[in-house]
T-cell receptor, first 116, second 114 residues
Framework: AQKVTQAQTEISVVEKEDVTLDCVYETRDTTYYLFWYKQPPSGELVFLIRRNSFDEQNEISGRYSWNFQKSTSSFNFTITASQVVDSAVYFCALVSGRGSARQLTFGSGTQLTVLP | DSGVTQTPKHLITATGQRVTLRCSPRSGDLSVYWYQQSLDQGLQFLIQYYNGEERAKGNILERFSAQQFPDLHSELNLSSLELGDSALYFC?????????????FGSGTRLTVV
């Protein structure tokens, strides 16, 4: 079984603040992939990043960075110098398991509001 | 534009009715997934098709069914609709069927049952 927990339901910050969204996952498999998706108010799901279980290097993309720590089963997402346009619901997701059919399991999401 | 096309974007219907949601996957993708997003249940996996065949089932009600056609587009049929079926329904596609590559999502169909 696989599970993703996003304990932060809602976060509110003021523009230009840094913010970290937490993600904790559970799986018994050694091979798995982790993802982050963004859902802006318009409703679509936008892919942000994919990380496999064998690559623990942190990733930085512009103002976005991700910290993957297998020791704590966490895959946290940090937005530096947040902007109003970052306001959205952010989902962490996991794919793991044997066999040819695997599906994304999503966390419950974190609503981020960036205030001007 | 993600390349995954869902129609219609919005749908309002009455309880007891039947509706069909349509999804065209991204060019080259063989696998289609359906997800339901509701306020109380979050994003729930419903069903997956790969190259025309059902590959996996999730929390899909018996009143719901789906299929993938030879041209790879997929339809999700929802019948005997209840108020609780009101949700955002997403279709996603991927090249392979194993999910490891991640999915590309469509913009969703917002279903309102009144």
């Amino acid at each position: 079984a696989q599970k993703v927990t996003q304990a932060q339901t809602e976060i509110s910050v003021v523009e230009k603040e840094d913010v970290t969204l937490d993600c904790v996952y559970e799986t018994r498999d050694t091979t798995y992939y982790l993802f982050w998706y963004k859902q802006p108010p318009s409703g679509e799901l936008v892919f942000l990043i994919r990380r496999n279980s064998f690559d623990e290097q942190n990733e930085i993309s512009g103002r976005y960075s991700w910290n993957f720590q297998k020791s704590t089963s966490s895959f946290n997402f940090t937005i530096t110098a947040s902007q109003v346009v970052d306001s959205a619901v952010y989902f962490c997701a996991l794919v793991s398991g044997r066999g040819s059919a695997r599906q994304l399991t999503f966390g419950s999401g974190t609503q981020l509001t960036v205030l001007p | 534009d993600s390349g995954v096309t869902q129609t219609p974007k919005h749908l309002i219907t009455a309880t007891g009715q039947r509706v069909t949601l349509r999804c065209s996957p991204r060019s080259g993708d063989l696998s289609v997934y359906w997800y339901q997003q509701s306020l109380d249940q979050g994003l729930q996996f419903l069903i997956q098709y790969y190259n025309g065949e059902e590959r996996a089932k999730g929390n899909i009600l018996e009143r719901f069914s789906a299929q993938q056609f030879p041209d790879l587009h997929s339809e999700l049929n929802l019948s005997s609709l209840e108020l609780g079926d009101s949700a955002l329904y997403f279709c996603a596609s991927s090249v392979a069927g194993d999910g490891f590559a991640g999915y590309t999502f469509g913009s969703g169909t917002r279903l309102t049952v009144v």
